[in-house]
């Protein structure tokens, strides 16, 4: 025992989220010679939030492709890839600029394996920085989960911290489906501990990262942190809440989502999308129609706001906060 506890301490590390997802890259890359990365200046520059920083110098320009400037022809290229038997992982630069791919991701990615009978899997991974917090300007903050939670085909997941950022971007390669893979860009920098040597959860299985007793808070992706701040200064104030990391918005892990607000009887859906038609819409009518007779309050949102995302000055007015969290938290108990 002794060895293995000292071997486990040599394989964690602490790391941010952005270095954790290159390992992960690396050891994908690694792996497999079938998987290749594609993508604006992911190569010698290590794309924008250097996450694929190193990567080409090491498995060479073949293997991680500097794209051109062209989302649609880059997924477009993906597409062909697959059905060649590669897995490709492309990275769209900002999540605003996936739009000029929207097509081929829903009508071609989505539908391939079904339309085929099976007979052709589309095992490729888009990687997609999405969300605010970081000052950006038009087209570079927003939250487009909703767009591809919504169509059969594709899976979408979010990792919220390191090790799952490590383990989530591995098992999305290596996935024979297509993986919409979310990266909240304005926690690249959070640290958190890596442990390569453990057994990671199941790709779409969501995680209770804070038990509670009081109100489950909902989340994922960048939420997270937020949250268990909330959480913190709750508990200061004689509220135990519980907060679960969805980790993934399709399919959702509605196992864990009933078995936690059997426990609190009370929810509250937090994310930076937009209100209407958002994952928490989702959320919400899935526990009106299982657990209506159980619940002591309606489920509760705290959102984005209807409106496009704001100028980087305001943003912090739009984004979901602790005061807006601790508000609904309030005004659920109240019930």
């Known amino acids: 025992m002794g060895v293995e506890l000292r071997r486990r301490q040599v394989m964690a590390a602490t790391m941010t989220l952005a270095k954790a997802l290159n390992a992960g890259l690396r050891?994908?890359?690694?792996?497999?010679?079938?998987?290749?990365?594609?993508?604006?200046?992911?190569?010698?520059?290590g794309g924008v939030f250097r996450i694929t920083e190193g990567l080409q110098k090491d498995f060479g320009e073949d293997r991680v492709i500097d794209s051109p400037l062209a989302e649609s022809g880059i997924v477009g290229t993906a597409v062909g890839l697959a059905l060649r038997g590669y897995r490709?992982?492309?990275?769209?630069?900002?999540d605003g600029f996936v739009f000029p791919a929207f097509d081929q991701i829903v009508t071609q990615v989505a539908k391939m394996h079904f339309r085929t009978h099976g007979q052709h899997p589309m095992p490729m991974v888009i990687r997609i920085p999405y969300g605010g917090g970081i000052g950006g300007i038009e087209h570079h903050s927003e939250s487009p989960e909703a767009y591809f939670a919504h169509t059969p085909?594709?899976?979408?997941v979010t990792p919220a911290n390191a090790n799952d950022g490590y383990w989530m971007i591995q098992q999305a390669v290596a996935s024979n489906d297509p993986v919409i893979f979310l990266e909240p860009k304005r926690r690249y920098h959070q640290k958190g501990e890596v442990d390569e040597t453990s057994t990671p959860?199941?790709?779409?299985?969501?995680?209770?990262?804070?038990p509670g007793r009081a109100v489950t808070l909902f989340t994922y992706g960048p939420m997270v942190k937020t949250c268990l701040d909330a959480a913190a200064i709750a508990a200061d104030e004689g509220q135990e809440l519980e907060v679960v990391d969805l980790r993934s918005v399709s399919p959702i892990d509605w196992v864990t989502v009933f078995d936690s607000v059997r426990r609190t009887k009370r929810a509250i859906v937090v994310h930076e999308a937009q209100r209407s038609g958002g994952i928490g819409a989702e959320v919400v009518a899935r526990l009106h129609e299982e657990l209506f007779y159980v619940m002591e309050s309606p489920v509760l949102r705290v959102t984005g706001f209807d409106t496009p995302y704001p100028m980087s000055r305001v943003e912090?007015?739009?984004?979901?906060?602790?005061?807006?969290?601790?508000?609904?938290v309030d005004e659920s108990l109240s019930h």
């Not at 959860?201 to 804070?210: T, Y």
């Not at 912090?316 to 609904?328: H, V």
């Open 201 to 210: 959860m199941p790709l779409h299985q969501a995680r209770v990262v804070r």
């Open 316 to 328: 912090e007015d739009y984004l979901p906060n602790l005061d807006r969290l601790l508000d609904a």
């Open 153 to 156: 085909g594709l899976k979408v």
């Open 27 to 45: 050891r994908a890359l690694d792996a497999d010679p079938k998987v290749l990365l594609a993508g604006e200046d992911i190569g010698k520059l």
């Open 88 to 94: 490709p992982v492309v990275e769209i630069q900002f």
